[in-house]
């Protein structure tokens, strides 16, 4: 078969079978738990437990890991796969560096869950500055970026360089990004990482993670522990979200021409401020953003005068809802100074969804009033 670059048609095709006459173009989910062994015994490398391994799996994870640029392994939420990465990769007393204005849970579930690991956990803002001996006896790196909830931006290859010469492993949390937006592996980072249940899957109604990496032996190390300890994604969800990428190019798009022009509607809000999105040539990560990012996304961040504002702009919106996670074609918003991310209690991450761009700048603006 030709190899097409394109990112609508590497969407639409990636993981599925040839066309086959009589057939749909994504078979149904492979819903089994145990599979017939042809006999008593297990022939070749057939499945034999669902828990083990699932055709419906394999196909997005195949789709996925193309668009990553390696090998990609499913979990059943984002936070699943960030913590089997964690699990796989550190052991007592390691040092690990991790994004102090990252996502909150993975921070929380460092310090509490890992506790017993009793790990030297060393927290850097994701703009820095990225002192030297922090890199120093760490094992891992974690990056985020752009930031959750921040959009703040770090540069991914200069870092992965910095904390290769230390002998660490660096890993990239991409949710904001998508692996349409940034493909971490070619800057140089070790894994990859997302929470599917956002831009990937995009309508809200499903949890999925997954974590790409290029090195075979950490691909099985990776599939040993989910299958161990059961954290397995459902064949349904997963088939969800693989119907669901065909559509990933064109919602990236829309979300990311509806972030343009309501950034711009906004700049000069008088009840906004701290404004930042990537894709303006006027943020501060801007620059940085355009060297290491194929695309912007849908996500950007504002602030209102405080949690009563914020809440008065959701009543008055017709279109925009509040909702904790982002990415989808719906327009989003939440307030995450009441998740205990160290933020104002009028910041606001705004995840604008697929609605005409006309229509959601005009009930936007009437809201803000």
């Known amino acids: 078969m030709t190899e097409f670059d394109g990112d609508g048609t590497r969407c639409v095709q990636g993981g599925h079978p040839a066309p086959e006459a009589g057939a749909p173009?994504?078979?149904?989910?492979?819903?089994?738990?145990?599979?017939?062994?042809?006999?008593?015994?297990?022939?070749?490398?057939?499945?034999?437990?669902?828990?083990?391994?699932?055709p419906t799996w394999r196909a997005l994870e195949k789709a996925v890991g193309d668009l990553d640029g390696g090998q990609c392994v499913l979990f059943p939420s984002g936070m699943s796969a960030i913590s089997t990465l964690l699990r796989v990769l550190l052991s007592p007393g390691d040092a690990v560096v991790l994004p102090g204005d990252g996502y909150y849970a993975t921070r929380q579930?460092?310090?509490?869950?890992?506790?017993?690991?009793?790990?030297?956990?060393?927290?850097?803002?994701?703009?820095?500055?990225?002192?030297d001996d922090v890199f120093d006896g760490a094992r891992l790196v974690l990056l985020e970026t752009p930031s959750n909830p921040g959009m703040d931006v770090c540069d991914i290859a200069e870092l992965a360089r910095r904390a290769h010469e230390a002998r660490a492993f660096v890993a990239v949390d991409n949710t904001t990004a998508t692996p349409l937006g940034q493909r971490p592996l070619e800057l140089?980072?070790?894994?990859?990482?997302?929470?599917?249940?956002?831009?990937?899957?995009?309508?809200?109604?499903?949890?999925?993670?997954?974590?790409?990496?290029r090195d075979e032996e950490f691909v099985h190390a990776l599939i040993r522990a989910r299958t161990l300890s059961g954290a397995v994604p459902g064949p349904f969800e997963t088939w969800l979200a693989h119907r669901s990428m065909g559509t990933l190019d064109l919602r990236l798009s829309r979300q990311a021409e509806n972030a343009r022009a309501l950034v711009e509607a906004l700049r000069d809000h008088p009840g906004v401020s701290d404004l930042r999105w990537p894709g303006s040539p006027d943020d501060?990560?801007?620059?940085?953003?355009?060297t290491q990012m194929r695309r912007w996304g849908g996500v950007f961040r504002f602030r209102l005068a405080g949690a009563e504002k914020v809440a008065e702009f959701v009543r008055r919106s017709a279109l925009v809802a509040g909702a904790t996670s982002f990415g989808g074609i719906h327009s989003t918003v939440d307030r995450r100074a009441q998740w205990g991310d160290p933020v104002p209690e009028g910041f606001v991450r705004f995840s604008a969804g697929c609605e005409d761009t006309a229509d959601l700048v005009a009930d936007v603006l009437a809201a803000l009033g």
Do not use: C
């Not at 994504?26 to 699932?54: E, I, K, M, Q, T």
């Open 109 to 131: 579930f460092v310090r509490e869950e890992l506790a017993e690991y009793d790990l030297d956990v060393r927290e850097v803002p994701t703009p820095g500055p990225w002192p």
């Open 284 to 290: 501060p990560s801007h620059e940085l953003a355009s």
């Open 188 to 213: 140089g980072a070790d894994a990859v990482l997302a929470s599917d249940t956002k831009a990937l899957s995009g309508h809200s109604d499903l949890l999925l993670g997954h974590v790409s990496v």
């Open 25 to 54: 173009f994504l078979s149904g989910p492979v819903l089994a738990a145990p599979y017939h062994l042809g006999g008593a015994d297990r022939v070749g490398g057939a499945d034999f437990y669902g828990r083990a391994g699932n």
